[in-house]
């Protein structure tokens, strides 16, 4: 069923994409070219019938939905986030962090008025409050999110918490984890169809069920 | 009048041969107007393929709306066949909101719709025809069935409630194995269900390789009649240019409040989105207070403008082979 054309992988640029690199090489699809240091951002090894390409990690998702990548490496905030028509199909147990809400620390909530909610995560956010019937008031934000509260910007943030450093750092606390976040194996749903010797070979090859 | 090949554009001339295909299988053409009244998919949102719909006031003041999907005002306007069948084609342009794309969009599908009686012989034909729309419009395809009564059967079995239900249903869609194990380890399913489950989601493959494993998995937990049926139903393309092309695939799902039986989607190769997209819908009908039983499909015209692109590099690389 498999094309002649290589495997198409979308990689988070960053410590991450690197970490996956290993694992996919180890697995069987090296591309030594990708470990040069150059600013290129496309490498292929004909060889091993595998292309790879750095993209900003939010965007690898969609290259992958759109099927300019036949598979690619997101972490799940991503996907909850965007909820790209992809299959999942393995949680890689690296880039581990959990998306939490924070607050300052001593925060006491009021429940006769809107929660305002700062976050770059905002259909999770409105998904989790949601669920709980809290009305909230969202604050979009692309970045410094935990100086939002520190402002008087937003009361909570939903944001992304790997060690809890930076919340530390500006007197802020978890109060919920919201859920636990790792790396998945993320595949378009056509791509798939029509290379899934390699995709499965690769899924083995990380230990996976590659059937 | 013949119309000469070359006037037309290539999602026009791929429109009119799969319309020549339906006439030829004996089905009429169904023709719509653009608009609808807005209650009727306000009453049926979830069926929608895309959230937005674009609403209008008419001349005296009913709330109307650009058509988004052909097949509920097909349901509202055809009467019931009982033990007839009503065979319909369409070619027409819904308006909606796609994936990733902001703002609405123009969308040209074709399809069909059966209405009636609809017993194995017209769902192996539907079947049939999907198989021979995607060989018309390329070499590499794949047409992708499951079962949706034996999907939900087996989810039923490990008893979730409506949330972790859809959560599960969502997984399988996305061929998440770790997110179902996890949904049955919060549930507290026992193992041997969570084990089948999984085990039904992983089997994807022509049927040749996988009914036996398909339907050993649904005897074993009571949903036998479920894996007999779609193995009847593949069974006529055993032995055919295509069985190495069907593939049996449980992540292939829909919204169980309108669909039911058979499911499926086509897949061409170098295209990232289905391009056809069908399946028993019997809950629909029921929802709109209709006897009969249904199965239809759509073909997204739009999503093969990158044959056309395919096509015009490979002939502009060969005429540059050519002139060197």
């Known amino acids: ?211 | 009048m013949e119309i000469r090949d070359e006037v037309l554009d290539e999602r026009e001339r791929i429109g009119f041969r799969l319309r020549e295909a339906y006439h030829r299988h004996g089905f009429s053409r169904y023709r719509m107007g653009k608009f609808e009244e807005y209650d009727l998919y306000s009453r049926n949102k979830d069926f929608l393929l895309s959230d937005g719909v674009i609403t209008f006031t008419d001349t005296n003041g009913r709330l109307m709306a650009l058509k988004p999907d052909v097949t509920l005002s097909i349901v509202k306007n055809i009467r019931d066949r009982g033990d007839g069948l009503e065979k319909l084609y369409y070619h027409e342009n819904v308006y909606r909101v796609s994936d990733g794309v902001d703002g609405f969009r123009e969308e040209t599908q074709v399809g069909i719709e059966c209405m009636g009686r609809i017993d194995s012989r017209t769902i192996g034909e539907v079947l049939g025809m999907a198989a021979e729309n995607l060989g018309m419009l390329s070499d590499h395809w794949v047409l992708e069935i499951s079962h949706l009564d034996l999907l939900s059967a087996m989810v039923d079995a490990v008893a979730l409630d409506g949330g972790m239900r859809d959560r599960m249903l969502a997984c399988a869609g996305e061929k998440n194995l770790h997110g179902i194990a996890q949904i049955c380890r919060e549930a507290g399913v026992r193992p041997g269900a969570e084990q089948a489950l999984l085990d039904l989601i992983n089997t994807y493959g022509p049927p040749r390789q996988v009914m036996p494993a398909i339907r050993k998995i649904a005897e074993e937990n009571g949903c036998g009649a479920w894996a007999r049926e779609l193995s009847e139903t593949v069974a006529a393309f055993a032995g055919t240019d295509a069985a190495e092309k069907i593939w049996i695939d449980f992540s292939t799902t829909g919204d169980l409040r309108y669909y039911n039986g058979i499911a499926f989607k086509g897949f061409i190769e170098g295209i990232p989105d289905p391009v056809l997209s069908g399946g028993q819908y019997d809950a629909l009908m029921r929802r709109m207070h209709r006897k009969d039983r249904a199965i239809g499909f759509a073909v997204f015209l739009n999503r093969l403008d990158r044959l056309a692109e395919k096509a015009e590099k490979a002939e502009k690389a060969e005429k540059e082979e050519g002139n060197a």
């Open chain 1, 1 to 211: 069923m498999s094309g002649g054309s290589p495997l198409n992988i979308a990689l988070p640029k960053g410590r991450l994409g690197e970490k996956v690199y290993a694992l996919f090489a180890q697995a069987g699809f090296e591309c030594p070219a990708i470990l040069e240091n150059s600013r290129k951002l496309i490498f292929e090894n004909e060889e091993a019938g595998v292309r790879y390409f750095w993209v900003k990690p939010s965007d690898v998702a969609i290259y992958v939905a759109r099927g300019a990548a036949d598979i690619g490496v997101a972490g799940k905030d991503i996907l909850l986030e965007y909820r790209p028509d992809v299959y999942e199909l393995m949680d890689l147990g690296i880039g581990k962090c959990s998306l939490a809400v924070a607050a300052p620390k001593g925060f006491e909530e009021n429940p006769e008025r809107p929660l305002r909610v700062a976050t770059k995560f905002s259909r999770v956010a409105r998904d989790y409050y949601g669920g709980m019937g809290r009305d909230i008031d969202i604050i979009h934000l692309n970045g410094s999110i935990e100086i939002a509260p520190i402002l008087g910007l937003s009361d909570v943030i939903v944001d992304i918490v790997e060690t809890g450093t930076t919340l530390k750092e500006n007197n802020l606390e978890v109060r919920e984890i919201i859920v636990p976040i790792s790396a998945r194996l993320i595949a378009n749903k056509s791509g798939f169809k029509f290379k899934r010797d390699a995709i499965q070979r690769l899924m083995a090859g990380l230990g996976g069920n590659g059937k």
